[in-house]
């Protein structure tokens, strides 16, 4: 006897339904593209050339076949549930409201831990451009202006926030164009030839710290419901970005290797900078800092807009006790939530790293992919579509396995013995497994509660 495959009937699709599909390959691409091309590769450079030297390509290009397996169970799934909300409605489609909490929360403490970070290095650019504010206490007051400022603007309301997110792709992209388009002439062969192969720990440890400038698709791919054939147009945006990212990444790591050689792990605050030095002087090293700032500080802004709604709705959904959903009564904003959220961002940007906080958001963001995987596989073998046919192909089934496989393998061989880049991923892992774990007794809190 046959039957239909199971079809989406939750009411949040019903919600979607009301949603315009204007969003094609082109539009997504490009917003992967901005979302994933950020503040964190204008650093990222020196750390992995710190840990792998020469061979640092290596591990963007691990970091992409890993993102590959990623992007194709992302675009499996999508395929499958064309809900707004993007990985986390995939968890929750297939591992019911409990599980997408769980992939909620690491959302949050990937977030958190990423704009700490990103706020890391805007400072550190500021202080490229202006060194006074490079002194311990300055650099404290200026962590505490930035997030002062953007609660300021978010608490009077999203439209104003909205408004502060005025940096687009080309504003981002233009100096690192410049600094590939002239910079690739002035590259030396001997600093960028590597004559051993990498130990399997090093290169773990490169691409847990890496990953940190991957990552970004599931926040392009949140608005999935207003999606035009998200059966086609998910994989091939997702897939075209990825070629994008992935070539202008090993390009910016040649350039800034074959410009400054051994000496650029030496350059951990801007090594963009130091290296555009090299070959446009003390124009081109204002230049890569303005942009690194104008980067770091448009995802912070963005960030700032976006990521406190989500404490926002576990007070408003009973996780959190309720005045976490205070709403301001002028403007009505969750101004809880935003104070909340930038306190806390505050408190880990003064006393965290830009590479520390990387690893820990890179550990939390790789486990909210594990459960995105595994949802993947969960998803095809109940066969759930949406609204069209969904994404196949041979061997299809086997990507989600070989995706865990590769989750598994980074953060193994990251979390084993002394990191080649001053990284503990093993206190990542345990700090993602103890908030987890104080979500878990939050929520069955909540369910108990709500049956008595």
Not at 2 to 12: G, K, M, W
Not at 228 to 253: E, F, G, N
Request: proline content about 5%.
């Amino acid at each position: 006897m046959t039957h239909d495959p199971p079809v989406l009937t939750q009411s949040p699709q019903r919600a979607d339904e009301q949603l315009v599909r204007a969003i094609g390959i082109p539009a997504l691409t490009a917003n992967i593209v901005n979302s994933t091309i950020g503040a964190g590769i204008f650093v990222l450079p020196a750390l992995v050339a710190k840990g792998l030297g020469p061979a640092a390509p290596l591990a963007f290009i691990a970091c992409a076949l890993a993102m590959i397996l990623f992007v194709t169970c992302f675009a499996i799934a999508g395929s499958r549930v064309s809900l707004t909300g993007g990985l986390y409605a995939y968890v929750e489609v297939a591992f019911g409201r409990y599980i997408g909490f769980l992939a909620g929360i690491l959302y949050c403490l990937t977030a958190i831990c990423a704009v700490a970070g990103v706020v890391n290095v805007f400072v550190n650019s500021v202080a490229g451009i202006v060194p006074l504010l490079g002194n311990p206490i300055m650099r404290v007051v200026v962590i505490a202006f930035v997030y002062g400022i953007l609660v300021f603007i978010n608490v009077r309301g999203v439209r104003e926030g909205a408004g502060a997110v005025t940096v687009v792709t080309l504003a981002k992209l233009l100096p690192i164009l410049l600094f590939l388009c002239v910079g690739i002439f002035f590259i030396h062969p001997a600093n960028i030839g590597w004559p051993v192969w990498p130990g399997s720990k090093a290169l773990g440890d490169s691409v847990v710290l890496l990953m940190f400038a991957f990552v970004g698709i599931e926040v392009a791919l949140i608005p999935s419901g207003e999606v035009k054939s998200p059966a086609r147009t998910v994989p091939r945006s997702a897939y075209l970005a990825l070629v994008i990212t992935t070539v202008i990444y090993i390009m910016i790591q040649l350039v800034a290797q074959g410009t400054l050689g051994a000496d650029l792990a030496n350059y951990q605050d801007a090594p963009l900078a130091e290296a555009a030095a090299k070959f446009l002087g003390n124009i081109g090293r204002t230049i890569l800092l303005a942009g690194a700032t104008i980067s770091a500080f448009g995802f912070v802004t963005s960030d700032i807009l976006s990521s406190p709604r989500m404490i926002f709705a576990f007070g408003r959904d009973g996780v959190l006790p309720a005045w976490f959903a205070h709403v301001h009564s002028r403007y009505r904003s969750p101004d809880v939530a935003i104070i909340t959220y930038a306190v806390i961002a505050f408190v880990l940007s003064v006393t965290g790293t830009f590479e520390g906080l990387a690893v820990l958001s890179n550990v939390a963001v790789l486990l909210m992919y594990l459960l995105c995987c595994a949802a993947c596989w969960f998803l095809v073998q109940r066969d759930v579509r949406a609204d069209g046919p969904p994404f196949n192909f041979p061997g299809m089934n086997i990507v989600p396995a070989l995706a865990i496989v590769a989750i598994i393998w980074i953060l193994g061989q990251a979390s084993v013995g002394e990191s080649s880049v001053g990284t503990d991923t093993r206190a990542g892992l345990r700090l993602a497994g103890i908030v987890l774990a104080i979500a878990s007794v939050l929520y069955l809190l909540r369910t108990k509660l709500r049956r008595s």
